[in-house]
Nanobody, 128 residues
Framework: QVQLVESGGGLVQAEGSLRLSCVASGRTFTNYGMGWFRQAPGKDREFLAVIRWNDARTHYADSVKGRFTISRDNAKNTVYLQMNSLKPEDTAVYYC?????????????????????WGQGTQVIVSS
């Protein structure tokens, strides 16, 4: 089992920045892919970014490419999402997720079905 706890959400003005953190506990997750998703009211959960644990390569959704950066700190069992140039349409609950699927070591896993463990979410509100 892996437990994931997000933090760092809050209220920010448009064009501002936030850094989300996701701390993992339980089983070590050095072989997992780690992803960030978000879900706005009335919408499906949306993929944002993924980092492959074996080589730290990253992949982003077009909607956040160039504005958001995913990174990790193995020693702290933590993955981050740095969010810059925030827009009101970025308002959502943000979730981190961990995948135990072997193919996520090689491929960029972007579907919710690719992930086995989810955090509780952290709210981000961007005001105009």
């Amino acid at each position: 089992q892996v437990q994931l706890v997000e933090s760092g959400g809050g209220l920010v003005q448009a064009e501002g920045s936030l850094r989300l953190s996701c701390v993992a506990s339980g089983r070590t997750f050095t072989n997992y892919g780690m992803g960030w998703f978000r879900q706005a009211p009335g919408k499906d959960r949306e993929f944002l970014a993924v980092i492959r644990w074996n080589d730290a390569r990253t992949h982003y959704a077009d909607s956040v490419k160039g504005r958001f950066t995913i990174s990790r700190d193995n020693a702290k069992n933590t993955v981050y999402l740095q969010m810059n140039s925030l827009k009101p349409e970025d308002t959502a609950v943000y979730y981190c997720a961990a995948s135990t699927r072997y193919y996520c070591v090689t491929y960029y896993c972007t579907g919710t079905d690719d992930y086995d463990y989810w955090g509780q979410g952290t709210q981000v509100i961007v005001s105009s």
